[in-house]
């Protein structure tokens, strides 16, 4: 309930004149000539899902093209995307274990995909999708409903109560399961409000700093006239760079945690 | 003081506390976790993953702040 009163209030602040400053992109430059057209409302109403439709398209064809002739010695673009692949699925089975190769295509797609849409906002003319809440949630959700799954799946239907209630073993663990049951439920409703919220606040916190620095680049040299302003805002490219990597790694790293957290204990 | 006063001086106010914790809570972080690197300089790359978590950890308590101050924006007007 308190993620979707946030994804209200957010949407609220988005869509008053209030809202915090962002660049132009291609659909709002769109709205603004023809702001009575039809096709113009709709395309702006789905921004974010536009362009996280564009880069899933973008990351489907890439991966069709790369993976169309497969080589035995493989280069250029297949030599890259099998480099990335194995990379994931080291990173994964590291954590997870020999078990975790099941989940190396969801993380690993779930990093791909949210790396892209932090760093499409760096591109002229596009938007990170990421930078809207509504995306966010839709990723934290779906890793909150696969973990769940993976629990009752790999626990059973007892083992999964049992590890709600904090696996209770001798008389302290039975007197304990009144507190742990509350307290398990609230942090696993916690986790796709943490998740979502961080990656959202931290994607949106640096588009608002380059806009807000982009318009200080050119109402300071206002006086002057010119289609032109100061690149102000250049060394926050670098470190919109840095965050959306460190974002996209944290996100995906800290579902491979919550699906340990999730598999059987190796001490029972 | 109206509310749109109150609402203008304490968000931003609130965003520099949250944002002055975290800056202590990372350093602090960030300090014992390059000591571990440099006593054990094998285990750098289980230490370095363990440090992102933590760091993202501490970092969403100042993002959260940030969130709130997006929500209450349109308000203070």
Not at chain 1, 73 to 79: A, D, F, I, R, S
Not at chain 1, 232 to 250: E, K, N, S, W
Not at chain 2, 54 to 62: H, K, Q, R, V
């Amino acid at each position: 309930m308190f993620l979707l009163n946030v994804v209200v209030a957010v949407e609220n602040a988005g869509a008053g004149p209030e809202g915090p400053p962002e660049l132009p992109n291609i659909i709002t430059l769109i709205y603004d000539k023809f702001s009575s057209m039809p096709f113009a409302q709709f395309l702006h109403h789905w921004e974010n899902v536009f362009f996280s439709l564009l880069i899933a398209v973008f990351l489907g064809v890439l991966s069709y093209f790369a993976s169309r002739k497969p080589k035995l010695v493989p280069g250029g673009l297949q030599n890259f995307l099998e480099m990335v692949v194995e990379g994931i699925s080291n990173f994964v089975c590291g954590i997870l274990g020999e078990e975790g190769k099941n989940y190396v295509p969801f993380l690993g797609t779930l990093f791909i995909y949210i790396f892209c849409m932090n760093m499409f906002g760096l591109i002229p003319g596009m938007k990170s999708p990421s930078s809207s809440i509504n995306t966010t949630a839709a990723l934290a959700i779906t890793v909150f409903i696969y973990v769940q799954y993976t629990g009752i799946r790999k626990l059973g239907i007892l083992g999964y109560i049992d590890h709600f209630a904090g696996r209770p073993r001798d008389l302290a663990g039975i007197l304990l399961v009144p507190l742990m049951f509350p307290l398990h439920i609230i942090t696993e409703l916690a986790k796709p409000l943490s998740l979502s919220v961080r990656l959202f606040g931290n994607v949106l916190g640096e588009d608002v700093l380059i806009a807000v620095f982009v318009g200080l680049g050119i109402s300071i040299v206002g006086f002057l006239k010119l289609p032109l302003g100061i690149p102000l805002h250049f060394p926050f490219v670098f470190l919109a760079i840095l965050t959306g990597a460190i974002q996209a790694l944290v996100f995906s790293v800290l579902s491979t945690i919550y699906f340990l957290m999730m598999f059987p204990h190796e001490e029972h | 003081m109206t509310f749109q006063s109150a609402l203008g001086l304490s968000v931003p106010l609130a965003v520099s506390i949250a944002a002055l914790g975290s800056g202590l809570a990372l350093g602090k972080m960030g300090a014992a976790a390059m000591e571990a690197i440099g006593r054990q300089p094998e285990a750098a790359g289980k230490i370095q993953l363990a440090m992102i978590i933590g760091f993202a950890f501490i970092e969403a308590l100042t993002i959260y702040a940030l969130v709130t101050m997006f929500v209450l924006q349109g308000r203070i007007g």
